[in-house]
């Protein structure tokens, strides 16, 4: 069973640029969330969807924003960046409903660097 | 909302020695708290939780322990290997694993 695939794996972006990054959830998962991993902040949600839906949202500025497809497949994407903006991007992907474990299963991120 | 402190913040014991890890939560309206190992270069991933109907659960040389009345739980790993070098990170969650918050992780050694 293929695991959670994020890309692209390293971008460089300079300040004022956007990105989007990508994420494929394992199949069967309907739920998506987004992490953003810092040294100074730690790991920090940012939201998550399920079903096409954004059902949770962090305390992270509009420039933040996501969408998830019908496959499930979700995408993020960063407006305006700022130097602070620079971190590693986890996707995370779980089943979602009443039968969901609990458990997230990681990508192995997206490391943005804005210079 | 939900606050989660971490401690040590490293942590280096040998070959064999058992580490513990802490973990304290500030909102009482949380109910999950899973614990996530990070190797370098790779995402977290899941290694034990427990739901706060539970007071303790163990899989194999792992163990939680969750003391809802002071709001903290704790991570034990008995007979410690090399490859338990890692980060773990503590977290709490209202919702069953969605809107973790995470503590600021400990980053363990062990020395063979």
């Known amino acids: 069973k293929a695991g959670v695939t994020q890309t692209p794996r390293y971008l460089i972006k300079t300040r004022g640029q956007q990105v989007t990054l990508s994420c494929s959830p394992i199949?069967?998962?309907?739920?998506v969330s987004w992490y953003q991993q810092t040294p100074g902040q730690g790991l920090q949600f940012l939201f998550e969807?399920?079903?096409?839906?954004?059902?949770n949202k962090g305390n992270f500025p509009g420039r933040f924003s996501g969408r998830q497809f019908s496959n499930s497949r979700s995408e993020m994407n960063v407006s305006t960046l700022e130097l602070g903006d620079s971190a590693l991007y986890l996707c995370a992907s779980s089943l979602g409903d009443r039968t969901n474990t609990g458990e997230l299963f990681f990508g192995e991120g997206s490391r943005l660097t804005v210079l | 909302g939900e606050n989660v402190e971490q401690h040590p913040s490293t942590l280096s014991v040998q070959e064999g020695d058992s580490a513990v890890i802490k973990c304290t939560y500030s909102d009482s309206a949380s109910n999950y708290f899973p614990w996530y190992k990070q190797e370098l270069g790779k995402g977290p991933q899941l290694i034990i939780d427990i739901r706060s109907n539970v007071g303790e659960k163990k899989d194999q040389r792992i163990a939680v322990t969750l003391n809802k009345t002071a709001k903290h739980f704790s991570l034990h790993i008995t007979e410690t290997q090399p490859e338990d070098s890692a980060v773990y990170f503590c977290?709490?969650?209202?919702?069953?694993?969605?809107?973790?918050?995470f503590g600021a992780g400990t980053i363990l050694r062990v020395k063979s």
């Open positions: 199949s069967g998962h309907r739920s």
């Open positions: 977290a709490a969650s209202m919702e069953y694993g969605n809107k973790l918050v």
């Open positions: 969807y399920f079903s096409e839906t954004q059902r």
